[in-house]
């Protein structure tokens, strides 16, 4: 069986019922994540999913929210007694600094019995296997931190990524955070399925994007908790396109592709 399954969809807010950003790709019986906040080990085990089939993680940039529930998620692995090899995939900015603290939080890997890697993200393709092929696009969603970064001397920089994972039969669009929604422009060719984040976003202007670009499904995941609580104003958008379905993320919801 193809299909997503939405293991976090808060936006870096978390709620009770919402972990941080992230889901699982299972293709047949391989299973890849897509970004990894906070609760991603919490809600593997409520939705019964077998985290230690997963081989690859695909970070989209190093906002806590999408990345910091790796280090829960290896000490979780760790327990399991898993034995297959983990590749996490993130910005090259963040790799060095990323071993470390698995270092500093006593994840060594010579007592662990399996092996990880943060991978650096090198566009492109950034992946390839038998039953799909992922592409990375940069992003401008942490161009607005140029200012503190030059002021400050800060290394960052700057590197955030939206995915097309390319199947044999259609094309699926993953933005985490972005800009706005234009960040998507270059990237909404012959994509059938786009899960995009809704915080950064005039909503109505993304859905006419995706509907101008003939997308078929649109998935709307990190809102903000008030937008979340009052669903109207995305179901009044949803309402004026046909051809298109719109839905927002919650946990648990799975998605046939
Ligand atoms: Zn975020
Ligand atoms: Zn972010």
Known sequence: MNRIVFTGTASGFPSP???????????????????AGEGFSNSVQRLKINFNQITQV??????PDHITGI???LQLMYLAGRRMPLEIYVPD???????????????????????????PIRPNPVFREKEFTLYAYHNRHLTPNQHIIEQTGAANLMQSYSYV????????????????????DGVLENIHTVITEGMHCDLEALADHCAEKKVKRLIVTHLKQNQYARPSALLKIAAQYRGMKIMMAYDGLKLTI
Do not use: M, W
Not at 58 to 63: A, D, N, Q, Y
Not at 108 to 113: G, R
Not at 165 to 184: C, Q, W
């Open 17 to 35: 019922d919402r972990a941080c950003s992230s889901f699982v790709l299972q293709l047949g019986d391989k299973l890849y994540q897509f970004d």
């Open 71 to 73: 280090f829960l998620e």
């Open 165 to 184: 994972v390319n199947l044999a039969d259609k094309r699926i669009l993953y933005s985490g955070d972005i800009k706005d929604e234009t960040d998507l």
């Open 93 to 119: 900015e963040g790799v060095e600094s990323l071993e470390k603290a698995a270092r500093l939080f006593y994840l060594f890997k010579e007592k662990f019995p399996f092996v990880f890697h943060f991978v």
């Open 58 to 63: 695909f970070i989209s940039h190093l906002h």
